[in-house]
């Protein structure tokens, strides 16, 4: 039997099988898949097989993963706690919405560019989505605008929207049809409101943000997929990939001479450089080094830049804050 895993609490899977039913599944102890370290060998979004095990004495069946179809692609991120280690996000996403924001909590351009780089590496589009709006004083607005600028000027989609009042969210549900999403973003940043808002009957719990840090608190626990429908259809339009929010993202499995052709705008300039095996850092004739200085890059993405290499050089996770 085959099917689709729709959820996933870390000791269980509920895959939607292809003839309607979905069936809690376990895996196999010894099942990992080859070539992957993951804290998480399956994933919500992949298509995987199920055989049920026959029941022993008075005990119910118990249904098991034994394969995954191959992925188009996925979004990974380092363990925190085992940096051999990785945890895959989603398997098989059309695109991803990285829900940030400005204030409460701010969402750093590090952890931004991290995850854009990691999008790229797996091909995966990314929406960039400012919440909160609604709180923002005259500054912070226009922060905010100067980021969108940045972002837009790079080649990224952005929409400012709140959540909390629906501004913007309409346009926002236009970009979801016919997709599988992945709603990513820092905790706090509003991802369960925005579902509430997009789909009224999700009744995501949501929470408070917390005074002291200014951090989010997590609300999701376990990945995901919400189907989306209209009034008008009961018929699924598409997915929505609810994440628990992260603090950090430690990037995993990219080669020093990859990285630069994960940021669009440092690749374009690169290709100008004396060296071709300029690490953008020190090299005379480097023609990303001067578009830094000229302006054509942003600062903040080539600390992202930099940021990342020096995971590559000390082989370690950093959590971006």
């Known amino acids: 039997m085959k099917g689709l895993v729709i959820k996933n609490t870390g000791s269980w899977y509920t895959v939607l099988t292809d003839d309607g039913p979905t069936v809690d599944c376990k895996i196999k102890g010894n099942f990992r898949l080859r070539g992957i370290r993951s804290t998480n060998p399956v994933a919500v979004g992949d298509r995987v097989e199920i055989t049920m095990q026959p029941a022993i004495a008075n005990q119910q069946p118990t249904a098991f993963i034994t394969e995954i179809e191959d992925r188009r692609n996925y979004i990974i991120r380092k363990s925190i706690n085992l940096s051999k280690q990785s945890h895959i996000i989603a398997a098989n996403v059309d695109q991803a919405l990285l829900v940030i924001t400005v204030v409460k909590p701010e969402t750093s351009t590090t952890f931004i560019d991290r995850f854009l780089a990691s999008a790229e590496a797996y091909r995966v589009p990314v929406i960039l989505v400012f919440n ?117 993202f430690g990037t995993f499995d990219m080669e020093r001479e990859e990285l630069t052709s994960y940021f669009k705008e440092i690749f374009e300039f690169s290709k100008q450089c004396k060296f071709s095996n300029c690490t953008h850092t020190h090299e005379p004739g480097c023609a990303v080094l001067k578009a830094v200085e000229d302006h054509y890059i942003a600062q903040s993405r080539y600390q992202s830049y930099l940021s990342m290499l020096d995971d590559k050089d000390e082989n370690r996770y950093r959590e971006a804050q």
């Open 132 to 248: 909160k709006t609604d709180l923002l004083n005259e500054e912070e607005r226009h922060y905010q605008e100067m980021m969108i600028q940045l972002y837009e000027t790079i080649g990224y989609e952005c929409h400012a929207i709140s959540a909390m009042s629906g501004e913007g969210v309409e346009a926002l549900k236009e970009r979801l049809t016919g997709k599988i999403t992945l709603l990513s973003g820092n905790s706090g940043v509003g991802k369960s409101t925005l579902i509430n808002r997009i789909l009224p009957d999700a009744n995501l719990r949501t929470a408070e943000i917390s005074d002291a840090h200014q951090m989010g608190m997590h609300t999701t626990t376990f990945s995901e997929m919400i189907p989306l429908t209209t009034h008008h259809s009961p018929l699924t339009t598409g997915w929505l990939i609810d994440t628990p929010g992260i603090k950090g």
